[in-house]
């Protein structure tokens, strides 16, 4: 597609529930990322996939949380039993190689998550 | 940890006038500086970024980076309400994710 797409695009969800965020990056972009963004704060690193590799998971806050890229392509984020302080954003990225942080990369319109 | 300060703001600048939004580093080794635009409800965009010390100028956009004093900074010349939004300052941290600071929110007034 022409740019990263996430969906869906508000998710609500009672405590304790599980959601699933799924991101479509830009067609043969090798590199992923998943950023959250709490309300008022800049983007926090969570974890990054090189093609289905998933390279570096340093970010994720708990293991309630899970990401996967099974075909190097669409990722899902999954956060199990949602705890009010995961509202925040979670924002998709990709780039077309590795190390391109000169290049930027092109984010998602994100996907804002609610738990009440 | 590696930390990216940035001025909550809001910042707020008449329309037509400069805009300047500061940024300050605490890792030393850090060689190259990002800074992102994000409008209210949408994702980052990345508008400049600049890797040697002095000014880098980009139409009405100039960076200005001082490693000695870890400090980065973004002027906006003739600034236009289409100006307003959240400016986030960005730097490496190894080869493929940044560290992003809190962000500074812009207001531009007409």
């Known amino acids: 597609g022409a740019g990263v797409s996430q969906s869906p695009r508000y998710k609500v969800a009672k405590r304790g529930q599980d959601v699933a965020l799924r991101c479509d990056p830009i067609?043969?972009?090798?590199?992923l990322f998943w950023y959250q963004q709490a309300l008022g704060q800049g983007p926090e690193f969570l974890t990054y996939f090189q093609n289905e590799a998933q390279l570096d998971k340093s970010g994720l806050p708990s293991d309630r949380f899970f990401a996967e890229r099974p075909e190097g392509s669409v990722s899902t984020l999954k956060i199990q039993r949602t705890q009010q302080e995961d509202s925040a954003v979670y924002l998709c990225a990709s780039s077309r190689q590795p190390g391109q942080l000169d290049y930027g990369y092109t984010f998602g319109s994100g996907t804002r998550l609610t738990v009440v | 940890q590696k930390e990216v300060e940035q001025n909550s703001g809001p910042l707020s600048v008449p329309e037509g006038a400069i805009a300047s939004l500061n940024c300050t580093y605490s890792d030393r080794g850090s060689q190259s500086f990002f800074w992102y635009r994000q409008y209210s409800g949408k994702s980052p965009e990345l508008i400049m970024s600049?890797?040697?010390?002095g000014d880098k100028e980009d139409g009405r956009f100039t960076a200005q980076l001082n490693k000695a004093s870890q400090y980065v900074s973004l002027l906006i010349r003739d600034s236009q309400p289409s100006d307003s939004a959240t400016y986030l300052c960005?730097?490496?941290?190894?080869?493929?994710?940044?560290?992003f600071g809190t962000g500074t929110r812009l207001k531009v007034l007409a």
């Open positions: 960005a730097v490496p941290s190894g080869t493929y994710k940044y560290i």
């Open positions: 067609s043969g972009h090798v590199s």
């Open positions: 600049i890797y040697s010390n």
